[in-house]
Nanobody
Framework: QVQFVESGGGLVQPGGSLRLSCAAS????????MGWYRQAPGKQRELVAT???????NYLDSVKGRFTISRDNAKNTVYLQMNSLKPEDTAVYYC???????????????WGQGTQVTVSS
């Protein structure tokens, strides 16, 4: 069984910063890519940023230069540092990991429960 613990969401004023964390735990054999997605009300879920086990990153164009994704492989944890936040960044943010459970050793996508980020004055 795999569990995720997400933290760091909240209410922040435009121009402010937040740092999201997501720790994966449980019966994990290995983890490949990890990432963050977001879903705003009435919109489809979109990819925000991803990072491979080797550290290669990919970002949504609208967050480039403002958001930074990182990971601690020893802790199975992925982070998202969000700076210069804008109202349009308001959404529920979900962490994602492509990982191998010990039971199957087959890669599959797993999701966190989501954390609300609200950017408003």
């Amino acid at each position: 069984q795999v569990q995720f613990v997400e933290s760091g969401g909240g209410l922040v004023q435009p121009g402010g910063s937040l740092r999201l964390s997501c720790a994966a735990s449980g019966s994990i054999f290995g983890i490949d890519a990890m990432g963050w997605y977001r879903q705003a009300p009435g919109k489809q879920r979109e990819l925000v940023a991803t990072i491979t086990s080797g550290g290669s990153t990919n970002y949504l164009d609208s967050v480039k230069g403002r958001f930074t994704i990182s990971r601690d492989n020893a802790k199975n944890t992925v982070y998202l540092q969000m700076n210069s936040l804008k109202p349009e960044d308001t959404a529920v943010y979900y962490c994602n990991a492509r990982l191998q459970p010990i039971a199957t050793k087959k890669f599959a996508d797993y999701w966190g429960q989501g954390t609300q980020v609200t950017v408003s004055s």
